[in-house]
Structures are given as C-alpha cells and as structure tokens.
C-alpha cells in the first residue's frame, strides 16, 4: 500500500472514538422522545422487541442487558422478571441509569460497565441487547460472548443492523459522531448467530422505511443432547 493509503486509513482509524466515549444520554432521550423520526423509529422497535418478549420472558427470569443506555427496555423489563444485570459500554449512560432506576423506585438492577464482547459474569435466563451490536466489528465474536452468559435453553433478542439506504444513511449520520457502525446483510448476521451456537427462533426489520434499519433477532442457546440419551 502506498503510504499516502496507509496516512488515510490511520486518519479514518483515528476519527472513530474507541470505547464509550462520545454518547449524551440527554441528547439521546430528546431524539427518541422529541423528534419525529425517533418517535417513529422508538415506536416501531419497541413493537417487534415487545412482541418477541412476550413469548419468552417469564416473571421469575434473570436477565442480562448489554447496551441498556439510558434504560428504555430496563426499566419495563426490570419490572417483569425477578433480577437484571446491565452492561454498558458508556459511564455516562450508566449514570443516566443508575439515577432512573433511583426515581422508578427499581433495586433489582444491577448496573455495569463493559462491552457485550467481553460477556459477563453468571448465567442468565434471558439476553436483550438491542444496540450495542451497531458497534462491534466482529459480531461472531459478539454474539459468542453474549451466549455465554446465557443458560441452555436461554433466549435472547438483540438488532443488527442492515445494509439498507436507512442503515447507509444512518451509518454515515454515525460517522458525524464519530461512530463506527457495521452493517451487515441478513443472511450473513443469521449464519453468525447459528456459528454462535445460537438458533433463530424469529426475526423481524425495523425502522422508518419498508427495508428498516434494523434487523431483530430472537434467538435460543442451543441445548446439546447427549448422544447415549437418544
Ligand atoms: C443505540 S444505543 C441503545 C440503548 C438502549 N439499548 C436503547 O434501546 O435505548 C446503543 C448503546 O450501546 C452502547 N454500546 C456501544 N457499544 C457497546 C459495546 N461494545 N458494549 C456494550 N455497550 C455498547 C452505547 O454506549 C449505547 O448506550
């Protein structure tokens, strides 16, 4: 490579923030509860997780949420099953947090810093990670880790995002941010899930136009039968 391709990408390299830098938590609650696209992107999303939630989510589960940000889903599913445990990348969103779940009165959460790559302690019934995987480059590597800290037979539900004119045009708003986001076609996120050892339960796209933005994952950690018990 020549070195003045070599001087770009390190340039490009050096744009993007690495870790959690770079997320207001203020700003992100106004986009999603203030502006139309947000609203609408809020509404659709919550519709698809929802729905898959409930044909999984049982009131004595433990539940483990990579990417919580500033609570959306940890606050409702907090109230629906027994513990939480959150895993964020960001101190600032985890502030953000720790404060809401004070005024909602929540003591079943316990809030984290970390990166969904790196898994987490325990083993839980259930996994909601619905954001974190825009970042991570390699998603195999992601989703392993997610599955880890699941019990056989868990579930999780999580969002990838697609290679859409949306997913383009929200890749580059990232950018502006300074964050990287990896778009992925269908097909190559669901063979990641399966080399995961995750199987596909349901999916669905969501987000402002008919391709989406985001393609929503259920998914279930595969139970090995011993081969003597068959
Ligand atoms: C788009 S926001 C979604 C927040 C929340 N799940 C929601 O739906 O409102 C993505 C969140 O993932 C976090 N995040 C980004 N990369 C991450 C990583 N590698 N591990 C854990 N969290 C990450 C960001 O800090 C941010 O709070």
């Not at 070599?6 to 770079?22: H, M, N, T, V």
């Not at 659709?44 to 500033?70: A, N, Q």
């Not at 898994?119 to 880890?148: I, N, Q, T």
């Not at 796209?205 to 068959?230: F, N, P, W, Y």
Request: glycine share 12%; with cysteine; aromatic share 10%.
């Amino acid at each position: 490579m020549s070195r003045k391709g070599a001087f770009l990408i390190d340039l490009g390299e050096r744009w993007f923030r690495s870790g959690g830098a770079g997320w207001y938590p203020g700003l992100y609650e106004w986009f999603f509860s203030k502006t139309r696209r947000g609203t609408i992107l809020r509404t659709r999303e919550e519709e698809v997780v929802y729905e898959m939630l409930t044909t999984v989510l049982k009131p004595g589960h433990s539940v483990i949420e990579f990417g919580s940000g500033t609570g959306n889903y940890t606050v409702p599913l907090a109230r629906r099953c027994a513990g939480m445990v959150t895993v964020e990348i960001s101190e600032e969103m985890n502030g953000y947090l720790r404060d809401r779940l004070l005024r909602e009165g929540l003591t079943n959460v316990e809030v984290r810093q970390g990166r969904v790559e790196d898994g987490a302690a325990g083993k839980f019934d259930g996994a909601l990670a619905m954001g974190p995987f825009f970042y991570v480059r390699d998603l195999e590597d992601g989703l392993r880790a997610l599955a880890s800290a699941l019990k056989p037979g868990g579930w999780a539900i999580f969002g990838v995002p697609l290679p859409t004119t949306e997913g383009r045009i929200f890749a580059a708003n990232e950018t502006l941010a300074r964050r990287r986001v990896y778009l992925r076609p269908p097909g190559e996120t669901l063979e990641s899930v399966e080399r995961a050892g995750l199987k596909v339960e349901q999916t669905g796209a969501v987000g402002t136009s008919r391709e989406g933005l985001t393609l929503v994952i259920q998914a279930s950690v595969r139970v090995l039968h011993d081969a003597r018990t068959c």
